[in-house]
């Protein structure tokens, strides 16, 4: 039987971001399938290789760092939820999607977390390529609807996105309080880093900034946040 | 600060379908917050607990077994690239919704697999009563809405609702598939009963029958599925 390789990655690779690559190529079957099928279900073997980028963040339970796949389930659910907050009318549909596709790119490029400025200084550059060769596994049209999300997620312009953007920021806030900060301390996180970060709330839903101010209030309260040098 | 314990369940119990239940009780914060921000708070903190539970299925690389959290993300995702085999006009967005909360009511259910048959039995009382707790931690319009939404897809009967089941049964084929079929193998699972669990493809969206006749045809040929006794 005919097969392709839907990624011609070596198996195990240092990314620029500091990141392990994930395991090798998958093989799926062709010569029975049309072209079209074909592509979608080597785009979507591809993606379950989300579920093996490792994010800063902890589970709830604190048993364990989540990675970028459920997390993208996890702000898809959150944007359901809060889209009442946005000060613009929302497509939730639409919201979703970015929600769903946001962080495809780290199958490529790694979760580059705020503390990395090496990485962060390449993210864009690097994500911009996996955006290139991810959504170009799937069918023409669908590359380019797939690929107009991403974008639309980058920019950070419409109601949807800003949502989306807006609930991804405040699920490391949320995550992180839940489980009781232990990864604002590993990482030398002020509370003043912290409440930077989340003043980016404002630029997008300024509707969930009391939400994320009483969480960041309360883990203040409870001595969270590293201490400043 | 008053504290609500967002479930009042011990840390580790073995459930009726044989799982150990998700670790203690989130604590979030309550007393700075509008009842309706620390439903939402209390429900979305409390899903976090999907990503805990491990499901029957591997991932692609083969290098541990699936969770629901990252899975319900997966099936969202195929739902977007295939809702166009489905014979009847398909609401993606709805689609997407009935896929993100398929599963949440394995937070108290558990996974239960195809040959768990005496999990099988107790399945729909389990998971409706994990329905009425679950989502009755959202404000109620909202709880109405999410609790329509997991109604429907149990109904399977909207074009969405068929699609969801439909990419859900696919995705199982698909990673167990693209992994080697080492489950198959494992839990004895024959090529006649892979072929009996998805012809109900046909019964929800018959146009995913090719692409999951030609991914039994392989496993088939390749020698994935268990002998029959």
Redesign the interface.
Known sequence: ?TQLRSSAKPSVVIGAGGHVL???A????MA??DPR?AA??A???E??????IVRANP???G?RR??S??H???I???A???AERSDEPV????A??LC??HDLVEIDAGDTPPWDEAGRATKAEREAAAADRLFAL?PAD?AATFRGWWDEFEAAETPEAKLAHAVDRLAAL??NH?SGGELWRRHGRTEAMARARNGKLADWVPGLL??AT??L??AS?QGWFADPD
């Not at 497509?91 to 639409?94: E, I, K, V, Y």
């Open positions: 039987m994930p395991p090798p998958t093989v799926v079957p029975t399938l099928t979608q279900l785009f979507l073997v993606a379950d290789k989300l579920k093996s589970l709830v339970d048993s989540e990675n796949a459920e993208s389930w996890h898809a659910l959150m359901l939820v809060l497509d939730g549909g639409r979703v999607c769903l596709i799937l669908q949320m995550v839940a009391p939400l009483a969480l209030d309360d309260a």
